[in-house]
């Protein structure tokens, strides 16, 4: 599952559901750098949303995602799964979205 994710001072400035929209209008997005799958189906996601978007930052590496989010630099949009660590210390939380947002299916690549 794809999920928006901030650190507690994104978490306290956004309480309750929030639109896609209004969440890429104010507030930074961090994203991994295209052509990433992640990259292309959030894409996607706001193409069919009639959402024009600009990350604040682009960035290669999945693990620097979640390391620019835990720090207070925006709200990182990455695959939950991978940040099970980090949402159980709290070191990051989901931020709620109104818009559904489709579930991904990652394949294992050792089939």
């Known amino acids: 599952m794809i999920a928006l994710l901030g650190n507690l001072e994104y978490k306290s400035q ?3 559901a929030i639109s896609l929209k209004d969440l890429t209008a104010n ?26 978007f600009q990350p604040q930052f682009d960035i290669v590496s999945y693990s620097l995602v979640k390391d620019f989010a835990k720090i207070g630099m925006g709200i990182s949009y990455i695959t939950k799964e991978f940040t099970k ?5 709290k070191d990051l ?12 299916y990652l394949r294992n690549c050792n089939n």
């Open 14 to 16: 956004i309480p309750k």
């Open 27 to 52: 507030y930074p997005i961090i994203t991994q750098k295209e052509p990433s799958n992640t990259r292309a189906f959030l894409n996607s996601l706001m193409e069919k949303n009639h959402i024009h």
């Open 85 to 89: 660590s980090e949402l159980q210390s």
């Open 93 to 104: 939380y989901q931020i709620p979205i109104i818009d559904k947002i489709p579930t991904r």
